[in-house]
């Protein structure tokens, strides 16, 4: 792999042995899908996808010591995902005990380790880091070194940023190094799409059934998406908060980091059709087909008639623009 100046000299341990080992795992982890050189992260703001403090993660905690003790934090103030205990929603005695001493023993420790990391404030936790409340929100163009799914997907499409999908702790090593390896959707051929994806709806398909049937179709691929322009003129807060529960079901249930919708994500905006790759793939998406995708979720509580006692909503949060409509 070519290393520039900067990056030599860390591989040769002179900024300490902790960073030359950060920056042989993503040597390593580039050299696994091909990548060549390494990219400078451009971001002002970092967002780690690992935020619990269980007790089976010993070795993380570990790790992160020893990147403590050397010094090597993160180059950029970063947001976490969600803790994992919300004091707002209700929980017995047992659970608890359970959630406090058993699996999430950790938590308060691990937290500190993230404040002297590089933690934006102490309460910097949500999955959607890039809605405006929270202000972590890439330029289009600029490189992330980011994991959470939901998130990657979002900047990669909405926002026009460049991520690939990485896994927890390599997006906390990419942001302490200052770079990540340069393959997949960082690059120009990486981001364009392998699938054509027609919607022939009657109405406007509801977002995460959507999102679902194309994620488990086109699985990793790069979908770009025509049909759905005529429900949506611009991207505006309704186009950004369907396209935010949308992606994070094709990137849920399936593994897609970036889509394209015509006439309204950006790339898609200047470039049309000719992000499309050779030899793409057609996937046609009626009423009958998201019926069908539908009636595949199996029902999982025991009583299918039973009235609910408790309502859950998020995941990735809701927007203020959501919760007010």
Not at 152 to 174: K, P, Q, T
Request: hydrophobic share 40%; net charge negative.
């Amino acid at each position: 792999m070519q290393l520039n100046e900067e990056l030599q000299a860390v591989l040769d341990g002179k900024k300490g042995a902790a960073r030359q080992k950060v920056l042989k795992t993503m040597m390593r982890y580039g050299q696994l899908f091909g990548a060549e050189s390494m990219v400078r992260i451009s971001s002002q703001y970092n967002h780690l996808v690992t935020s619990f403090g269980l007790k089976a993660l010993a070795p993380v905690y570990n790790l992160l010591d020893q990147l403590i003790a050397e010094g090597a934090v993160s180059e950029q103030p970063f947001s976490a995902d969600p803790r994992p205990l919300d004091p707002n929603v209700p929980s017995s005695f047992l659970q608890n005990i359970i959630f406090n001493y058993f699996m999430y023993s950790r938590q308060e420790e691990y937290e500190k380790q993230l404040q002297k990391l590089g933690l934006l404030t102490k309460d910097a936790f949500t999955c959607t880091c890039y809605m405006n409340e929270v202000g972590n929100v890439p330029k289009e163009g600029e490189i992330l070194s980011w994991s959470e799914s939901s998130a990657v997907v979002y900047a990669n499409s909405v926002l026009g940023a460049r991520c690939n999908r990485n896994s927890g702790i390599l997006d906390l090593m990419g942001s302490i190094l200052g770079y990540v390896p340069c393959f997949g959707l960082l690059t120009d051929e990486g981001r364009k799409a392998t699938w054509l994806v027609e919607i022939r709806t009657a109405k406007k398909p509801e977002a995460q059934l959507l999102g679902s049937a194309i994620g488990m179709k086109v699985m990793e691929d790069v979908p770009y998406i025509v049909g759905l322009d005529k429900w949506f003129g611009t991207l505006d807060e309704d186009a950004k908060t369907y396209l935010k529960d949308f992606g994070a079901a094709t990137a849920s249930n399936g593994a897609v980091g970036l889509y394209h919708v015509e006439g309204i994500t950006p790339e898609a905006v200047r470039q049309g059709r000719g992000l499309l790759a050779e030899n793409v793939q057609t996937y046609v998406i009626d009423d009958a087909e998201l019926e069908r995708v539908y009636k595949s979720y199996p029902v999982v509580w025991k009583k299918k008639d039973a009235t609910p006692k408790l309502c859950f909503m998020g995941c990735p949060h809701m927007s203020f623009h959501q919760l007010v409509a």
